[in-house]
C-alpha cells in the first residue's frame, strides 16, 4: 500500500514539473489577439479613458472621444442604424427612435425583387424581371438604329437647336413645315407600315407599299394636293401639272376643255365644252 503511495505522488511530482517547464518554454506557441486599436488593446466603440481622466469610447481612428452626439441618445444610436426590437425582429432605427422592422413585399419573393426591376440572366446579360419573375433580356428595336431613336424623337442638331427625328433619321428642328406634320415626314418619303413592309408615304398620308400613281414622277395622283412654281396650293390636273383649282374649266374634273379623259366605259376621250367625257 505504501508503494503504491509513493509512487503516485511521484507520478503527480513528474506532472507539474513538465507542466510548470512547459509554461516556461520561451519557445512555446502564443496566442495572438488582434484588435482595432492595438495601442490601447480594444476595439472601436470599446470604453476608454482620456489622458484627463474622462471616460469615453474609441472611435474610427483609435481616439478616445468623449462626447458622442445621437440622433437618438437614450438608445445610444443614430436614425438608420440596425436594431433589434423587442420581439427579436431585425429593423432600423427610425425617425422616432423606434426600432422599425422593415417587412417588404416583392413580386418575386424568391428573388427579392420586383416585375421590371433589372437582372441579369445566368448568360450574363442585363435584362429586366418579367411578370413570371423570369430574368429576360429587353431587344430595343429602333426606327433609326445608328441613334438609337426612333422616328419622333426630339434630337438636337449640330448647331444645338432642339428638333425631332424625321423619317429618314435626320434631326430637323421644329420649325419644318411636313405634309403628313403628325409623321413629320412628306409625301413620297420613305416609310415602314406597322406589319414591317417598306413603303412610301402617299397624298394621304398612309405608308403605302405598292403604290401607283397617276403622276409616277411626282408620286402623286389627279387631284392631290400641290405647290405651283409660283408657290400656292393647287392640284395636280389630268396631265400632272400643278394648278389651282380654280383655274379648270370643268372643275370636276380638274380638267379643261379638250383635255383627254376617259369615259365611264374606259374609253378614252375628250373634254368638251360641256365638260362631258366624249370619245
Known amino acids: 500500500m505504501n508503494n503504491f503511495i509513493v509512487l503516485s505522488k511521484g507520478l503527480v511530482t513528474i506532472f507539474l514539473c513538465s507542466f510548470l517547464i512547459f509554461s516556461c518554454d520561451p519557445n512555446a506557441d502564443s496566442i495572438t489577439i488582434t484588435t482595432d486599436c492595438p495601442a490601447f488593446q480594444a476595439n472601436i466603440g470599446d470604453p476608454c479613458t482620456t489622458p484627463a ?7 474610427s481612428n483609435c481616439n478616445c472621444i468623449t462626447t458622442i452626439t445621437y440622433d437618438c441618445p437614450t438608445l445610444q444610436a443614430n ?3 440596425p436594431c433589434t426590437n423587442p420581439a427579436g425582429n431585425i429593423g432600423t432605427i427610425d425617425s422616432s427612435c423606434n426600432c422599425a422592422t422593415t417587412t417588404t413585399t416583392y413580386d418575386c419573393p424568391n428573388l427579392q425583387a420586383n416585375f421590371g426591376d433589372p437582372c441579369t440572366t445566368p448568360a450574363g446579360a442585363r435584362g429586366a424581371i418579367d411578370t413570371n419573375c423570369n430574368c429576360i433580356t429587353t431587344t430595343t428595336t429602333y426606327d433609326c438604329p445608328t441613334l438609337q431613336a426612333n422616328f419622333g424623337d426630339s434630337c438636337t442638331d449640330p448647331a444645338g437647336n432642339i428638333g425631332t427625328i424625321d423619317t429618314n433619321c ?3 428642328t421644329n420649325t419644318t413645315t411636313f405634309d403628313c406634320p403628325t409623321l413629320q415626314a412628306n409625301i413620297g418619303d420613305p416609310c415602314v407600315t406597322i406589319s414591317g413592309n417598306v413603303g412610301t ?11 401607283v400613281y397617276d403622276c409616277p414622277n411626282l408620286q402623286a395622283n389627279f387631284g392631290d394636293p400641290c405647290t405651283t412654281p409660283s408657290g400656292n396650293q393647287g392640284v395636280l390636273d389630268l396631265l400632272c401639272n400643278c394648278v389651282s383649282s380654280s383655274n379648270f374649266d370643268c372643275p370636276s374634273f380638274l380638267a379643261n376643255i379638250g383635255d383627254p379623259c376617259t369615259t365611264p366605259a374606259g374609253v378614252r376621250g375628250f373634254l368638251d365644252a360641256n365638260c362631258n367625257c366624249v370619245p
Do not use: F, M, S
Open 201 to 211: 408615304l402617299d397624298a394621304n398620308c398612309n405608308c403605302d407599299t405598292n403604290p
Open 53 to 59: 481622466g474622462d471616460r469615453g469610447t474609441l472611435d
Open 79 to 81: 436614425i438608420g442604424d
Open 170 to 172: 435626320n434631326c430637323v
